[in-house]
Antibody, heavy 122, light 111 residues
């Protein structure tokens, strides 16, 4: 079945970086864009950006520009989201989510990973 | 403060219908038919319920419907069931500078 499986929870100190992985299976990895969305505890959803697994092209939300890097490894059908210069308000669950439609970005997030809790604390 | 405005909470009894509004601006909801809605149960990842304003993904009940008028999108759930109790988020494309914005979420309580 189509699924996205993310890496486990992380605890980081302020100023450090975190890299979250998202392993895809059950579909053609390069055919669908992958988005990253985060959710702080008790808060709403926040879109971070997307990666085109075919070309490696990326688009990032303005508030994360310069701190976020999204990459992929097609040989193992995995995508990665690295966030640097972590602050306490980066504490959140980070989700990867696959587009509904192949080859297009319609911002319809059909398949979601289980989420990765990232805690930033000194 | 979220870019799209949703009511914090709505409630309804089983069998009733409810509507959740999502108010944006002419730069997002009013300008693009790329509004989607997500259902999220506690501790779970969101589920896509509606995309492109009023389309349902395969497997989503036809009790869920979406619409848009001007800068406001709406999600209607008819024949409320206990399992519909969850948080609901709207989301809209907002152009090639901002890209994507979410609403603050609405907690639906089934009485």
């Amino acid at each position: 079945q189509v699924q996205l499986v993310q890496s486990g929870a992380e605890v980081k100190k302020p100023g450090a970086s975190v890299k979250v992985s998202c392993k895809a299976s059950g579909y053609t990895f390069t055919a669908y864009h992958l988005h990253w969305v985060r959710q702080a505890p008790g808060q709403g959803l926040e879109w971070m950006g997307w990666i085109n697994p075919n070309s490696g092209g990326t688009v990032y939300a303005q508030m994360f520009q310069g701190r976020v890097t999204m990459t992929r490894d097609t040989s193992i059908t995995a995508a990665y989201m690295e966030l640097s210069r972590l602050r306490s308000d980066d504490t959140a669950v980070y989700y990867c989510a696959r587009e509904l439609t192949s080859g297009a970005v319609h911002y319809a997030f059909e398949i979601w990973g289980q989420g990765t809790m990232v805690t930033v604390s000194s | 403060q979220s870019a799209l405005t949703q009511p914090a909470s709505v409630s309804g009894s089983p069998g009733q219908s409810i509507t959740i509004s999502c108010t944006g601006t002419s730069r997002d909801v009013g300008n693009y038919n790329l509004v989607s809605w997500y259902q999220q149960h506690p501790g779970k990842a969101p589920n896509l319920m509606i995309y492109e304003v009023n389309k349902r993904p395969s497997g989503v009940s036809d009790r869920f419907s979406g619409s848009k008028s001007g800068n406001t999108a709406s999600l209607t759930i008819s024949g409320l069931q206990a399992e519909d109790e969850a948080d609901y988020y709207c989301c809209s494309y907002a152009g090639s500078s901002t890209f994507e914005v979410f609403g603050g979420g609405t907690k639906l309580t089934v009485l």
